[in-house]
Nanobody, 122 residues
Framework: QVQLVESGGGLVQVGGSLRLSCVASGRTFSSSTMGWFRRAPGKEREFVSRIHWSDIITDYADSVKGRFTISRDNAKNTVYLQMNTLKPEDTAVYYC???????????????WGQGTQVTVSS
């Protein structure tokens, strides 16, 4: 099992930016597709973004496309989520994920982080 530890969440004003980081333990990071999900209050957990192990292919939810950027540093076993132009509807707990199978559904995730809170205030 891979352990994932997120950091970088916090309180930010509308239009601001945050960068989330997720450090993974274990030797499978460089061969794994990594990503981010989020769960807003009263809502289901939803896919945000993912990055292929090759660092070439990325996917984004329509709601964050153009504002969020996912990246990874395989030498540091770390995946990042740069979030710009934040909106109140981005308020959620953000979870780092290691995918174990194809697809962007939660069922495709093999390992989860504990989550980090992002709050966007207006």
């Amino acid at each position: 099992q891979v352990q994932l530890v997120e950091s970088g969440g916090g309180l930010v004003q509308v239009g601001g930016s945050l960068r989330l980081s997720c450090v993974a333990s274990g030797r499978t990071f460089s061969s794994s597709t990594m990503g981010w999900f989020r769960r807003a209050p009263g809502k289901e957990r939803e896919f945000v973004s993912r990055i292929h192990w090759s660092d070439i292919i990325t996917d984004y939810a329509d709601s964050v496309k153009g504002r969020f950027t996912i990246s990874r540093d395989n030498a540091k076993n770390t995946v990042y989520l740069q979030m710009n132009t934040l909106k109140p509807e981005d308020t959620a707990v953000y979870y780092c994920a290691r995918f174990g199978s194809p697809g962007t559904a939660s069922a495709s995730v093999a390992d989860w982080g504990q989550g980090t809170q992002v709050t966007v205030s207006s």
